[in-house]
């Protein structure tokens, strides 16, 4: 199982616009923890809809754990068919980074996973068609801010917009309608799930100027035994990993039109709230000899969904995948009744339902 440890850290922010395809990553005003105003509405003249492609955690291979002989070029060459939309995003679970000083694990720890992939496999990810990752996560300072700050410079170079650090945002252009992500979790450098209310100024600031928001959670229990959304926190080894219903509602009544969860490292259930998606775990998508694989932890998907312009949800697939061999996603598996199931059991009147193809059914009432 993979852990996180808690660290206190000072955090990055800010990026570079590369000019190329208007992605800009933009440090936000809003990181004193003070309760601001909503902002005046942005005044949108966006028509367009947009497709939106999500898939979990990321961690293409090791340096302590195992590299692939073909430096991942080969990561995503199974499913790359399943990866088409106008905006592809993703979780990077793990720094990359040739660093090797300021490890959270400890030199004889045994139950510590620290990840540090090459930063050259940000070609991976940039072949694969990835837009944004995110990187608030419990991983993304498993080598301090040296890691954290490679992470981030690599993302940058190959043209991949970042979100998740304190303070940052990701905005992509696509069709003149402009797209924020945020990115959260209970860590201090990043984003804060763990504070409703400060997350909410984040939301609301992000909604002003933009057609649609796109937030990101790294949130809840992890296992094989954690595939269930529960009412109320949740913690795991004692760390607190938030409560991923009632952020996901804020985040909402503050201005979100799209929730995607991971964090758990299995599928969790969709539901439609205030005529928005949240989609609360998309579980392992590629974990290159470093993941647990079994059971659930194996069963994976492609979500992509399409918002119109104002935000609200049109229409999405999920696509089933299954992580093979040393941890690759595959097409194929049980994803697509497994989170149907769950989403009925989980979220009821609220609960999207699943076609046996995969298509999402929006709730009828």
Not at 212 to 217: I, K, L, P, S, Y
């Amino acid at each position: 199982m993979i852990v996180g440890a808690t660290i206190a850290a000072t955090a990055l922010s800010g990026g570079d616009d590369d000019g190329s395809r208007r992605i800009a990553t933009t440090p936000s005003t809003s990181t004193s923890g003070a309760r601001a105003p909503a902002p005046e509405p942005r005044r949108s003249t966006a028509t367009a809809p947009v497709s939106i492609a999500a898939v979990g955690d990321i961690m293409m291979g090791s340096s302590d754990h195992g590299l692939p002989s073909d430096g991942g070029a080969g990561s995503f060459t199974s499913v790359t068919g399943l990866l088409g939309a106008d905006i592809l995003m993703g979780n990077l679970e793990g720094p990359l980074t040739d660093a090797t000083g300021g490890s959270k694990c400890g030199a004889d720890s045994t139950s510590c996973f620290a990840f540090r992939t090459p930063p050259s496999y940000v070609a991976n990810l940039k072949s694969a068609g990835f837009d944004v990752m995110n990187v608030a996560n419990n991983h993304a300072f498993d080598f301090g801010p040296e890691g954290l700050a490679d992470t981030l410079a690599a993302l940058r170079g190959a043209g991949i917009a970042e979100t998740g650090s304190v303070g940052t945002e990701a905005v992509l252009d696509r069709g003149g309608t402009r797209v924020v992500f945020l990115g959260f979790a209970p860590y201090p450098w990043a984003d804060p799930l763990l504070e409703p209310d400060r997350a909410a100024a984040r939301v609301r600031e992000a909604a002003a100027k933009a057609d649609v928001v796109v937030v990101t959670m790294h949130a809840g229990a992890e296992g094989s035994d954690a595939t269930h959304v529960p009412e109320g926190p949740e913690s795991f080894l004692g760390e607190q990993r938030g409560d991923s219903r009632a952020f996901a509602r804020a985040v909402i009544d503050a201005g979100a039109d799209l929730v995607i969860g991971h964090g758990p490292h299995v599928l969790r259930g969709m539901e439609l709230y205030k005529g928005r998606l949240v989609a609360y775990s998309l579980g392992n998508f590629l974990g290159y000899e470093a993941f647990s694989l079994s059971g659930a932890l194996s069963t994976s998907a492609v979500l992509r969904v399409r918002v119109a312009a104002d935000g609200r949800f049109l229409d999405g697939t999920l696509k089933p995948v299954q992580l093979v061999g040393a941890g690759r996603p595959a097409p194929g598996g049980n994803a697509v009744a497994m989170v149907d199931a769950l989403s009925a059991e989980d979220f009821g009147a609220r609960a999207v339902r699943l076609s046996p193809e995969g298509v999402l059914r929006a709730p009828s009432g």
